[in-house]
């Protein structure tokens, strides 16, 4: 076998026990590592009250400015990181991400103020990236032929982490507050970068430097058949998905007239979003690739625009569940066809580069996503946002149709 850069990819005989193994542990790893972070998610604008800031107006421009934060950094990083996952190899870089996003969420339940916790955010892009990192992982060990299946399950991981970690974090959070649950969801981050640096198996060969030379700059990842589409790809995606991010916690509280469990309540939301995403996306990474990855997110993405202009209409928390619900199956198979994507178009010694740029686009879209979000919801009120998001994420369907597969 060709021992270029990674570990070589499993056939359907030899290496199968090891690369089920591994994709076995990293989908536990990664489920642990988004419910860590996820844990969160339902009450980030309610903290930031907490911690100074009074102004109802400026509540979501700083939720928004938090979002963003940690993305912006991880737009800078996430090429670094994947540059560096090439030469030394994928399974450190996961424990790295693990560990940093351990540290920085446990000191955000002892800031005393939202300058701190900005701070933290960004320290938190710059060393993380959890999912860029386990998705590089996996793909090197896994078979050609059951990429979709193997990205779809790992975004089942992703999906049953945002299922479970807002709902748990947000019951937790109104029943011992805040702080304690930010403490709480670096500890699972923490449990999950152990189970990664004992479980996972990597059997990386670090290349010599005509095989460095041999898989490509940057450069010449991007000038690729296609891939440059799929850039803008992830970021208009991603760029459209988190404008409505930072709005989504004060827009339940608004459609319910919510006064008490607010977290709790938006953390149920959030958490059957994602347990109706997880049962499709690894059916849908199946079905794409026995009837293309293209067509498969083409569909995807139009009926997830749908869907977020029946956010935009609802008028209770009861309509908004079903909605989240819609939503949920819709969006599942939207991430586990564009990595797929991804795998196809790129020689898999070069797979860090290439995870590393898209997670850059990625990232740059939750950059200005909570920004223009939060902004929007400032100045147009808290449902014209979701018809923006809408209209955006179907212009993404423009680049998907130019790419080469």
Same mark, same amino acid.
């Given at each position: 076998?060709?021992?270029?850069?990674?570990?070589?990819?499993?056939?359907?005989?030899?290496?199968?026990?090891?690369?089920?193994?591994?994709?076995?542990?990293?989908?536990?790893?990664? %489920?642990?590592?988004?419910?860590?972070?996820?844990?969160?998610?339902?009450?980030?604008?309610?903290?930031?009250?907490?911690?100074?800031?009074?102004?109802?107006?400026?509540?979501?421009?700083?939720?928004?400015?938090?979002?963003?934060?940690?993305? %912006?950094?991880?737009?800078?990083?996430?090429?670094?990181?994947?540059?560096?996952?090439?030469?030394?190899?994928?399974?450190? *870089?996961?424990?790295?991400?693990?560990?940093?996003?351990?540290?920085?969420?446990?000191?955000?339940?002892?800031?005393?103020?939202?300058?701190?916790?900005?701070?933290?955010?960004?320290?938190?892009?710059?060393?993380?990236?959890?999912?860029?990192?386990?998705?590089?992982?996996?793909?090197?060990?896994?078979?050609?032929?059951?990429?979709?299946?193997?990205?779809?399950?790992?975004?089942?991981?992703?999906?049953?982490?945002?299922?479970?970690?807002?709902?748990?974090?947000?019951?937790?959070?109104?029943?011992?507050?805040?702080?304690?649950?930010?403490?709480?969801?670096?500890?699972?981050?923490?449990?999950?970068?152990?189970?990664?640096?004992?479980?996972?198996?990597?059997?990386?060969?670090?290349?010599?430097?005509?095989?460095?030379?041999?898989?490509?700059?940057?450069?010449?990842?991007?000038? &690729?058949?296609?891939?440059?589409?799929? *850039?803008?790809?992830?970021?208009?995606?991603?760029?459209?998905?988190?404008?409505?991010?930072?709005?989504?916690?004060?827009?339940?509280?608004?459609?319910?007239?919510?006064?008490?469990?607010?977290?709790?309540?938006?953390?149920?939301?959030?958490?059957?979003?994602?347990?109706?995403?997880?049962?499709?996306?690894?059916?849908?990474?199946?079905?794409?690739?026995?009837?293309?990855?293209?067509?498969?997110?083409?569909?995807?993405?139009?009926?997830?625009?749908?869907?977020?202009?029946?956010?935009?209409?609802?008028?209770?928390?009861?309509?908004?569940?079903?909605?989240?619900?819609?939503?949920?199956?819709?969006?599942?198979?939207?991430?586990?066809?564009?990595?797929?994507?991804?795998?196809? &178009?790129?020689?898999?010694?070069?797979?860090?580069?290439?995870?590393?740029?898209?997670?850059? *686009?990625?990232? %740059?879209?939750?950059?200005?996503?909570?920004?223009?979000?939060?902004? *929007?919801?400032?100045?147009?009120?808290?449902?014209?946002?979701?018809?923006?998001?809408? %209209?955006?994420?179907?212009?993404?369907?423009?680049?998907?149709?130019?790419?080469?597969?």
């Amino acid at each position: 076998m060709n021992p270029t850069a990674t570990v070589s990819p499993a056939s359907d005989g030899e290496g199968t026990s090891t690369w089920r193994s591994t994709l076995g542990v990293m989908f536990l790893a990664q %489920l642990l590592s988004i419910v860590g972070f996820s844990f969160v998610l339902p009450f980030i604008p309610f903290y930031v009250r907490e911690i100074g800031v009074t102004d109802e107006k400026l509540v979501p421009v700083w939720a928004g400015i938090l979002g963003a934060a940690s993305s %912006l950094t991880m737009t800078i990083f996430a090429p670094i990181w994947g540059w560096l996952s090439d030469r030394y190899g994928r399974k450190v *870089m996961v424990e790295r991400a693990m560990f940093a996003g351990a540290l920085t969420t446990m000191a955000m339940g002892a800031v005393g103020n939202v300058y701190q916790l900005l701070i933290l955010r960004l320290l938190n892009g710059a060393f993380t990236g959890t999912i860029a990192a386990s998705i590089s992982l996996v793909s090197s060990v896994l078979p050609g032929a059951k990429l979709g299946f193997g990205l779809g399950l790992m975004q089942v991981a992703v999906f049953l982490g945002m299922t479970m970690g807002p709902w748990i974090g947000g019951i937790i959070a109104d029943i011992v507050g805040y702080r304690l649950t930010f403490i709480a969801g670096g500890g699972i981050l923490l449990a999950g970068g152990i189970l990664v640096m004992i479980g996972a198996k990597e059997k990386f060969i670090r290349p010599s430097a005509a095989e460095l030379k041999k898989s490509g700059s940057i450069r010449t990842i991007v000038a &690729l058949p296609g891939f440059a589409s799929l *850039m803008a790809v992830f970021f208009l995606f991603n760029f459209s998905i988190h404008i409505a991010i930072p709005i989504v916690p004060l827009f339940i509280e608004e459609v319910g007239n919510l006064k008490t469990k607010v977290a709790s309540t938006t953390g149920l939301l959030f958490a059957v979003t994602g347990a109706a995403a997880s049962i499709s996306a690894a059916g849908i990474g199946y079905l794409s690739d026995r009837k293309g990855h293209k067509r498969v997110l083409v569909f995807s993405l139009l009926i997830t625009a749908v869907m977020w202009i029946a956010h935009a209409l609802a008028q209770s928390i009861q309509q908004l569940l079903v909605v989240r619900i819609v939503f949920g199956l819709a969006a599942g198979g939207n991430l586990p066809t564009m990595n797929a994507l991804v795998g196809k &178009l790129t020689p898999r010694e070069s797979y860090g580069k290439a995870y590393g740029l898209t997670s850059s *686009m990625t990232c %740059l879209g939750m950059t200005l996503g909570p920004l223009a979000g939060g902004i *929007m919801a400032s100045c147009m009120g808290y449902r014209w946002p979701f018809v923006v998001v809408s %209209l955006l994420l179907s212009l993404v369907v423009i680049p998907v149709i130019l790419s080469e597969k």
